[in-house]
């Protein structure tokens, strides 16, 4: 659902599904299987859980813009629906929203729940970078 974030507002024929951006920005529907595929690679991947129901997940849609144009490639931010992906937000414990992980290689780096501000996110993010 990156994709909505930056190209516009998601299809509603396909709300049960999820978007995630490439590098080169085409639009690749996300199912669990190459969800795992994509946490598990070497590069960091930012995932947001969110509600479309959601003001704070809202506030978090200019924020994950500009820390993707800052960091450009050298992060993927993936937005992943709780209502529509209930069995994957089970499995990752999220009881409120919004709330961010970061991964490599499968593993959980660092996790948070609620919105903040772009500052705090790159700092937060920087680290891991390395």
């Keep these: 659902m990156l994709k909505q974030y930056y ?7 396909d709300r049960k599904r999820a978007y ?3 590098n080169n920005k085409q639009k690749y529907k996300l199912t669990m299987e190459t969800f795992y595929d994509v946490i598990a690679g070497d590069q960091l991947v930012l995932v947001d859980f ?16 500009q820390v993707k144009e800052v960091l450009g490639d050298r992060i993927r931010i993936i ?9 994957l937000s089970q499995q990752y414990q999220i ?4 709330t961010l992980m970061l991964f490599r290689r ?25």
């Design 95 to 98: 009881q409120s929203v919004p």
């Design 7 to 13: 190209e516009g507002k998601q299809d509603r024929k």
């Design 50 to 65: 969110f509600a479309t129901w959601c003001q704070p997940c809202k506030m978090m849609h200019p924020v994950l813009q």
């Design 106 to 130: 499968g593993e959980v780096l660092w996790r948070a729940s609620g919105a903040m501000p772009k500052a705090e996110l790159l700092s937060t993010i920087d680290p891991f970078l390395q």
């Design 79 to 87: 937005k992943i629906d709780v209502d529509t992906h209930a069995a």
């Design 20 to 22: 995630f951006s490439t």
